[in-house]
């Protein structure tokens, strides 16, 4: 079985501020809450009930705004979504490499299932519903040994769960920031990791580097 290595979704993999903006502007506008789309599209990665929270919206109304939000993200946030530069060539460098590919994400899962299909993204395990250090249980359930994401919770998970963690600037986090929180390497975009794997940038990490590039069917998960 070869290396499994994990992407976090969005701003790793995928882009959806174009639909985040207007689903939290509708979601202010059914509740009359002060819900900032532009802000919460700017700053991806926490979950859902935590930038509420942030924003001020009361605990109790906290549950029953969660589950509006994700009743109309499949037709407001899904279709407006696009995969990220490097995205797809990254995924698949892995599974050329004999590998697997999971997503582990912040995201409602079965909402991150219909971005991983709607884009055709070679995805083998995709597991929801996980935020910073809480990712290291499926990193680890999976035998992750790298996860690739945008956040500094995510670096905050790899190291959790004993993997590499790689950084990539495409989110709200800058290099700095991702280097500080404990990135073995921060690419400016998906487009470099390929090129970084077929070198050998995870032969010390106690993977198996990369062999020649095999032929394998996508699957989405």
Same mark, same amino acid.
């Given at each position: 079985?070869?290396?499994?290595?994990?992407?976090?979704l969005?701003?790793?993999?995928?882009?959806?501020r174009?639909?985040?903006?207007?689903?939290?502007?509708?979601l202010?506008?059914?509740?009359?809450?002060? =819900?900032?789309?532009?802000?919460?599209?700017? %700053?991806?990665?926490?979950?859902?009930?935590q930038?509420?929270?942030?924003?001020?919206?009361?605990?109790?109304r906290?549950?029953? $705004?969660?589950?509006?939000?994700?009743?109309?993200?499949?037709?407001v946030?899904?279709?407006?979504?696009?995969? $990220?530069?490097?995205?797809?060539?990254?995924?698949?460098?892995?599974?050329?490499?004999?590998?697997?590919?999971?997503v582990?994400?912040?995201?409602?899962?079965? %909402?991150?299932?219909?971005?991983?299909?709607?884009?055709?993204?070679?995805?083998?395990t995709?597991?929801?519903?996980?935020?910073?250090?809480?990712?290291?249980?499926? $990193?680890t359930?999976?035998?992750?040994?790298?996860?690739?994401?945008?956040?500094?919770?995510?670096?905050?998970?790899? =190291?959790?769960?004993?993997?590499?963690?790689?950084g990539?600037?495409?989110?709200?986090?800058p290099?700095?920031e991702?280097?500080?929180?404990?990135?073995?390497?921060?690419?400016?975009? $998906?487009?470099?990791?390929p090129?970084?794997?077929?070198?050998?940038?995870?032969?010390g990490?106690?993977?198996?580097a990369?062999?020649p590039?095999?032929?394998?069917?996508?699957?989405?998960?």
């Amino acid at each position: 079985m070869g290396m499994c290595v994990g992407f976090d979704l969005d701003m790793t993999l995928i882009d959806p501020r174009e639909g985040m903006v207007p689903a939290m502007r509708r979601l202010a506008e059914e509740t009359g809450l002060d =819900l900032d789309g532009e802000r919460f599209a700017a %700053n991806l990665g926490p979950p859902l009930h935590q930038v509420l929270r942030d924003f001020g919206a009361p605990e109790d109304r906290i549950p029953g $705004l969660v589950t509006r939000f994700r009743d109309f993200y499949p037709d407001v946030v899904v279709p407006r979504t696009v995969a $990220l530069p490097g995205a797809l060539a990254a995924l698949r460098a892995v599974r050329d490499g004999g590998g697997r590919t999971l997503v582990v994400t912040g995201k409602y899962a079965p %909402n991150a299932a219909l971005h991983v299909a709607e884009l055709g993204l070679p995805v083998d395990t995709l597991v929801g519903d996980l935020w910073s250090t809480g990712k290291a249980a499926a $990193l680890t359930r999976h035998g992750a040994v790298a996860y690739v994401g945008d956040h500094v919770g995510d670096m905050r998970g790899a =190291l959790a769960a004993g993997a590499v963690p790689i950084g990539v600037a495409t989110g709200p986090c800058p290099r700095e920031e991702l280097l500080a929180a404990g990135a073995q390497v921060v690419f400016d975009s $998906l487009e470099e990791f390929p090129g970084w794997l077929r070198l050998g940038g995870l032969s010390g990490s106690g993977a198996p580097a990369p062999g020649p590039p095999a032929p394998v069917p996508d699957r989405a998960g």
